[in-house]
């Protein structure tokens, strides 16, 4: 069956350091991946997705690209924000049905 | 994108009892989606509710436990029946837009003692 694992968390940071949230999937044919986020108190939200081999999916300064050949599809940003605290999910959709198999999210922390 | 409204948004209840979830959708979609996400845990599906016939359950839920209506395209609800403090969660309704981003809900944080 399909799975999702990432690093778990809480991952804590001082502002403007370098994110990498690291993201591997196991999934029959040719799934398309997601990245979630969760504010405080807020639902959660479409961070950022790629539908296919070595698309980058790309939003308010994070990016993640679809690798096939690791299965991964790791979140990074260049410079967090105190504001980029929440939690973050990875996730996948394969085979229809439009289903999502979520990792278990990792929990960030940035701090001034 | 859609809008997507639940209600309650939180609760307390006693053991042995149920509680009702609803969610409404701002369009109407085909398919929606409730999740499960256990304290520290991850979002796991439980069901696909689908308009005009019955719910497909995931493995490990079963239809005694979460009975799900779907009245219509806008629409549904999910039941937790006979409460245990094991469905102590927070239960998320999701439904698919176009370009298959999925919207949720802002979720029913459910307490059961």
């Known amino acids: 069956g399909n799975s999702v694992t990432q690093m778990e968390g809480p991952v804590t940071l001082s502002e403007e350091a370098f994110l990498t949230i690291n993201c591997t999937y196991t999934?029959?044919?040719?799934?398309?991946l997601f990245w979630y986020v969760q504010y405080p108190g807020e639902g959660l939200q479409l961070l950022l997705k790629?539908?296919?081999?070595?698309d980058k999916g790309s939003n308010k300064g994070f990016e993640a690209t679809y690798r096939k050949e690791t299965t991964s599809f790791h979140l990074e940003k260049g410079s967090v924000q105190v504001s980029d605290s929440a939690v973050y999910f990875c996730?996948?959709?394969?085979?229809?049905?439009?289903?999502?198999?979520f990792g278990t999210g990792t929990q960030l922390k940035v701090e001034l | 994108s859609a809008v997507i409204s639940q209600k309650p948004s939180r609760d307390i209840c006693q053991r042995g009892t149920s509680l009702t979830i609803q969610c409404q959708v701002d369009?109407?979609?085909?398919?929606m989606f409730w999740y499960r996400q256990q304290p520290g845990q991850s979002l796991t599906l439980i069901a696909t509710?689908?308009?005009?016939?019955?719910?497909?359950?995931e493995s490990g839920f079963v239809i005694d436990k979460f009975p799900i209506s779907r009245p219509n395209l806008t629409f549904s609800t999910l039941t937790v029946s006979n409460m245990s403090p094991e469905d102590s969660s927070i239960y998320l309704c999701?439904?698919?837009?176009?370009?298959?981003?999925?919207?949720f809900g802002q979720g029913t944080r459910l307490t059961v003692v």
């Open positions: 369009s109407q979609v085909t398919m």
């Open positions: 790629a539908t296919k081999a070595d």
């Open positions: 999701s439904v698919i837009g176009v370009n298959t981003e999925a919207f």
């Open positions: 999934a029959t044919g040719y799934p398309s």
């Open positions: 996730a996948l959709s394969s085979g229809g049905g439009n289903k999502l198999t």
């Open positions: 509710a689908n308009q005009g016939s019955e719910a497909t359950y």
